[in-house]
T-cell receptor, first 112, second 112 residues
Framework: DTGVSQNPRHKITKRGQNVTFRCDPI?????LYWYRQTLGQGPEFLTY????????KSRLLSDRFSAERPKGSFSTLEIQRTEQGDSAMYLC??????????FGSGTQLSVL | AQRVTQPEKLLSVFKGAPVELKCNYS??????LFWYVQYSRQRLQLLLR??SRESIKGFTADLNKGETSFHLKKPFAQEEDSAMYYC??????????????FGGGTRLMVKP
């Protein structure tokens, strides 16, 4: 499968714990996006990388959230001190410049 | 600010009936509009984009700037069209690449 890959598929954690998700974009894609989707809603933009540079962050992204894309390849999204409100599907997408955006299958986070 | 509204959470039609999924947007500039689809247990994927002016799987969508709408239409629905449909907007004047703003989605159910 040469599409966008996300790991893990599911993550269950206790409130207050830290979690980290990984996204491997399509290899030649220089743009990478993180979105969050809650039940019954469309995906909401969190942050955007062009190569290794994080160029935009939504105000939805509190200081407990941090994202990295070292060397402009894979990306990680870390949530510190998780809260029940963080429970959601976290989607990663990539594109080559402004061409079609391809989405991964997502990581479903459940905070107990 | 950019916003996308899909007024119907659920649309149920019989096979062979016409389908129209509504999408309205607000954006001060010249947006690019998309329809994304998510079939059961599959990832979000692009269905069509307004600049392509193409028909995909029998679906078409016309951008109406006067009414700020981008409704998705198909003359004869098929059972395999049952899925979640998301309208999305990309603004041209932002620092977030081709970041998408999504509507809340409409679930289309095509009954036999």
């Amino acid at each position: 499968d040469t599409g966008v890959s996300q790991n893990p598929r599911h993550k269950i954690t206790k409130r207050g714990q830290n979690v980290t998700f990984r996204c491997d974009p399509i290899s030649e894609h220089n743009r990478l996006y993180w979105y969050r989707q809650t039940l019954g809603q469309g995906p909401e933009f969190l942050t955007y990388f062009q190569n290794e540079a994080q160029l935009e962050k939504s105000r939805l992204l509190s200081d407990r959230f941090s994202a990295e894309r070292p060397k402009g390849s894979f990306s990680t999204l870390e949530i510190q001190r998780t809260e029940q409100g963080d429970s959601a599907m976290y989607l990663c997408a990539s594109s080559l410049l402004s061409r079609t955006m391809f989405f991964g299958s997502g990581t479903q986070l459940s905070v107990l | 600010a950019q916003r996308v509204t899909q007024p119907e959470k659920l649309l149920s039609v019989f096979k062979g009936a016409p389908v129209e999924l509504k999408c309205n947007y607000s954006y001060s500039g010249s947006p690019e509009l998309f329809w994304y689809v998510q079939y059961s247990r599959q990832r979000l994927q692009l269905l069509l984009r307004h600049i392509s002016r193409e028909s995909i799987k029998g679906f078409t969508a016309d951008l109406n700037k006067g009414e700020t709408s981008f409704h998705l239409k198909k003359p004869f629905a098929q059972e395999e069209d049952s899925a979640m449909y998301y309208c999305a907007l990309s603004g041209q004047n932002n620092n977030a690449g081709n970041m998408l703003t999504f509507g809340g989605g409409t679930r289309l159910m095509v009954k036999p």
